[in-house]
């Protein structure tokens, strides 16, 4: 089932760095910012981590948890978290569970092929576990502070 706009998650569960399992209750009474990037260590997605990390402390003054998403695996996600000193856990999806769910994977032409590829995509759900905001497709640049500025009108909304 995907997620809609204004409506409670589905039930889902996956694991993060850190021994964490991200379930819509593991952040109840919080913002969760949930971002889908192709992969660990190519110059967007860490362009995007980077920028998410920059601003980690705004989002949680703000009331948010920033979770990355990818479809790599645990290995890879802690050693990319240690090289950018990341401050906020990254979700490994490696049987692509998030990723269908959220409608993120879809077909992308890279070296004149057809591949399956994540679509850089960010989900702001709210601290009663319902989507709130939806960016897909996104560039990078400015990004991070759409989010921010959209976390940060949760609150008045609420």
């Known amino acids: 089932m995907t997620p809609a706009l204004n409506k409670t998650l589905p039930e889902l569960e996956a694991l993060a760095t850190g021994g964490v399992k991200f379930t819509p209750q593991t952040y109840a009474g919080q913002a969760v910012v949930l971002y889908f990037y192709p992969k660990d260590n190519t110059p967007g997605c860490t362009t995007e981590a980077m920028q998410f990390r920059d601003r980690h402390k705004d989002f949680v003054k703000a009331g948010a948890v920033v979770l990355g998403v990818s479809r790599d695996n645990m290995a890879s996600h802690d050693k990319f978290k240690q090289n ?72 008045k909304a609420v």
């Open 84 to 155: 950018l000193e990341l401050p906020f856990e990254l979700i490994a999806d490696t049987e692509e569970k998030l990723c269908h769910m959220f409608g993120v994977v879809k077909n992308k032409i890279m070296y004149g092929k057809k591949v399956k590829g994540i679509e850089r995509s960010t989900f702001l759900i709210d601290g009663a576990g319902v989507l709130r905001a939806e960016w897909r497709g996104i560039k990078v640049a400015g990004h991070v502070d759409e989010v921010l500025k959209a976390v940060k009108g949760l609150k």
